[in-house]
């Protein structure tokens, strides 16, 4: 066969488009991988024959929060509950978004459509629980903690936030408890051991508080104890 046959038969048969399946899958083994941007354009393209498939908004919205381009996501993710306004998925990742901007009331009308429409979702109360302390609404912080650590009792972030909410309140009891559980979950974990030191002394407990601060100090990171949560977007419930 010549290579004018060649042609000829390959203009006969062009090579199939593909469909947004093809380039939704392509996203997600992309995405799987951390090759965001180029995740990105596979999840557009998707859209670009399919704009009703909230999945595609979702993986695209997911991919554009880790690229820190969080007003586009915002955008992802809003159109994902325009198609499915019961997307406990979008609304949590959504008032993620708005905390992140340090809209917190926004963040708090989101994340409370979350856990209503998905009350086994540990990453929703824990952020609920965020929003609220942010807000110092440290009673409705509390409420949300403990709803978390109900679902994941062995949460490192959640006990952390616990205690610093029961330390806020003076509550240093309550406190040492919770930052006990942390430094037990990350005996290496600066903030949690110092925080447990500090709840101690508060409860004047110097004896038991030192050797808390010991391990502080072994372990001590360069920034100071936080109170700030970071936010990853989290691939858990994405289709």
Known sequence: M???DHQELANENPAKPKTDKEYFLAGRSLLAKKQYKDAVRNFQSAIAINSKDRHYFDNLGFCLKRLHRDDEAIEAFNHSLSLDPKGSYAARELGICYYDKDQFDKAIELLRQAVSLN???????????FAFYQTKNNAAAINAFDEALKLSPD???????????????GLFADASRFFGKAAELRPTDFNANFWKGMSLVRERKFNEAVPSFEKGAINRRKQPASIRASSEPSV???A
Do not use: I, K, P
Not at 119 to 129: E, I, P
Not at 155 to 169: A, H, I, K, P, Q
């Open 2 to 4: 010549t290579g004018q």
């Open 119 to 129: 009350r086994s979702d540990v990453v929703s109360h824990r952020w609920l629980g």
């Open 155 to 169: 949460d490192f972030e959640t006990n952390y936030w616990r205690g610093l909410t029961s330390m806020r309140l």
């Open 236 to 238: 858990a419930c994405l």
